[in-house]
């Protein structure tokens, strides 16, 4: 758990892949947002929820199935919204496939929110998040950003040193270098980044280090 003043930040990590889904809690409201619904989510939060807190948004980052799996469920047990870009939504039946290999049961997320481009969503008072719309993993990956933390949900866009697959279908290399951009454009150097798998990073050790950040940054330029 990281204290970060007005909110707290629980990071679970459940699925067959190992994915981080990450709840955002507002310290006086007792309101939560969760980024991302991996297989056994639920029965990670549920704990959390029964001790007084209220999720109310539920924010994916694409639509993989080990990213958005639970969506559905998690908004049946608490009625939170839903939100998702909906270039993703041609993904469906290809997470319904994968999910089914893996033994994981897949229902279609119930969006209640579509994020078509960048966004500011306003979400709690104190809370204010800027969505990226950050393809190139996916058509529809979104990064979550709260400059007030100067933290981002990098989702599978952005890992600590390395960057996401482009080969999955409606993967794209270079808009996953346009987004890599995007994001050291748009982000200071001190954002504190939470990928959807393995740990976090700073963006600015990422520039450094991650020799993907170099070759996608580069290679845009040129
Ligand atoms: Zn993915
Ligand atoms: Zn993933």
Known sequence: MRDLGSIRLLKAVTGPLRTNAYLILGVETSEAVLVDSPPGVWEALQPILDKGVTLKWILLTHGHFDHAAEASLVR???GAEVFMHPADKILFRVSESVASDF???WVDPEVTNYVSGDENLN???SLRINALHT???TPGSLT???ADFLIA???DTL???TIGATHFPGG???DMASSLRKIFDNLPLETVIYPGHGDESILRDELIRNRYIKEALLGEKE
């Open 135 to 137: 393809p190139g993993h």
């Open 144 to 146: 979550y950003y709260l």
């Open 153 to 155: 949900f990098t989702g």
């Open 123 to 125: 979400l709690i008072s």
């Open 159 to 161: 890992f600590k040193g």
């Open 172 to 174: 794209s290399y270079k």
């Open 103 to 105: 033994g994981i049961s």
């Open 76 to 78: 049946s047990k608490t």
